[in-house]
């Protein structure tokens, strides 16, 4: 094989791998940031080429083995966007087996087949980028950071020398009700644990309540210990665009503050992008991470599917959330005291769904989980 054949790129080779980022991304711009949208594909377009060369070394074949690996991709990561999550994958995976034998046994197929995969996802992408592009989201965003960056005042200055610096511990279960709540609405007596709290020196306040209705507001609004009254401006009215909000996470007051007088700030995150990683963290205490939009083409990949059906737990973003929490516990547990007071910041997206940890710690399996009322998962 000559250099200048295993180096040539056919064009379906550099348009096919961006599909599912394209058209996943074009439904959140207002949720993800273009550079978030721009690494993804550039690391789904790298992995796909560097496979494909692989390919090429080991078969010396590449009007085959360039076909098959498109066939393969085309499998397994376009149900996201192009296949119902309650379709049949086994009408998907017999559709693409068919393309696949076509293009070994059917010498003719390695003609059109290319053009048809440069065409198909030209045809789809070329809408979809000029829908991008034209997005109303990117005229208001700078505006609307402008309002967010002056929704707080600055950093308050205390007024005697700090000299007592404990560690502070800022723990989030997302969605966890209180006690009265927990009974009314689900018949959950939560008493012995609320008691237990306060046996160990805890204040528990029996008719807290949130200041804000969705995670981003109320935690932004607690990070900063502040309202958000000042973004409710001109510039943010019926406004969409949410990735402004989400950058808040990555420097708040508190954090500056802390920072600022001798803490080392320690945190840990969920799968949920704006919490995945925060900038202004000088620790990380993260597992199973993977950016939102990857991650999201990956869990409705036949990746996930053939695994859940072989019973490899550990290819399913759904174990990975079971297991994130039980490694986050324990890491928080190892924390030793002394040396630089610490400020730990965790985001535990329980009990948020997805419900996939069982009452006693142990991680469920799909079907059992589902095979339960939301209330039956909720209070477990």
């Not at 000042?230 to 009215?237: F, G, I, Q």
């Amino acid at each position: 094989m000559t250099a200048r054949r295993y180096f040539s790129i056919p064009p379906y080779a550099l348009l096919l791998p961006l599909l599912p980022v394209v058209n996943l991304y074009a439904r959140n711009i207002d949720r993800l940031s273009f550079a978030h949208g721009a690494w993804t594909a550039a690391a789904f377009l790298a992995g796909f080429l560097a496979l494909m060369m692989l390919l090429r070394l080991v078969f010396r074949r590449p009007e085959i083995s360039d076909l098959l690996l498109a066939v393969v991709f085309a499998a397994t990561f376009l149900p996201v966007g192009f296949l119902d999550p309650d379709g049949s994958s086994l009408l998907w995976v017999a559709a693409w087996t068919g393309v696949g034998a076509a293009v070994i046994l059917w010498k003719e197929s390695r003609r059109f087949l290319p053009i048809v995969a440069a065409v198909g996802p030209l045809v789809y992408l070329a809408p979809v980028m000029v829908q991008i592009f034209l997005s109303p989201t990117w005229a208001n965003r700078a505006e609307i950071r402008t309002v967010t960056a002056k929704a707080f005042d600055e950093l308050p200055v205390p007024a005697t020398p700090v000299t007592e610096k404990r560690d502070i511990y800022y723990i989030i279960f997302d969605r966890y009700a209180r006690a009265d709540q927990l009974r009314k609405v689900f018949g959950h007596d939560n008493s012995d644990f609320i008691a237990a709290l306060r046996a160990r020196g805890f204040f528990v306040a029996d008719e807290a309540y949130s200041n804000y209705q969705r995670t981003t507001h109320s935690v932004i609004s607690s990070l900063n210990f502040d309202y958000l009254d000042r973004l409710d401006a001109p510039a943010t009215k019926d406004k969409a665009d949410w990735l402004p909000l989400y950058e808040m996470f990555q420097d708040f007051r508190i954090g500056r503050f802390l920072k600022g007088q001798g803490y080392d700030f320690h945190f840990a995150g969920t799968w949920w992008e704006p919490t995945r990683r925060i900038a202004s963290a000088d620790v990380f205490h993260n597992f199973y991470e993977m950016p939102e939009l990857a991650r999201v083409i990956y869990e409705y990949s036949l990746v996930v599917k053939a695994g859940r059906f072989l019973g490899i737990r550990q290819t399913d973003p759904l174990w990975w959330q079971c297991q994130r929490s039980r490694l986050m516990f324990d890491r928080l547990g190892q924390l030793e005291p002394g040396g630089k007071p610490k400020f730990v910041f965790a985001h535990f997206l329980i009990p948020h769904p997805p419900f996939v940890t069982h009452e006693t710690g142990r991680c469920m399996e799909l079907d059992e989980a589902l095979a339960r009322t939301r209330a039956e998962n909720y209070v477990g």
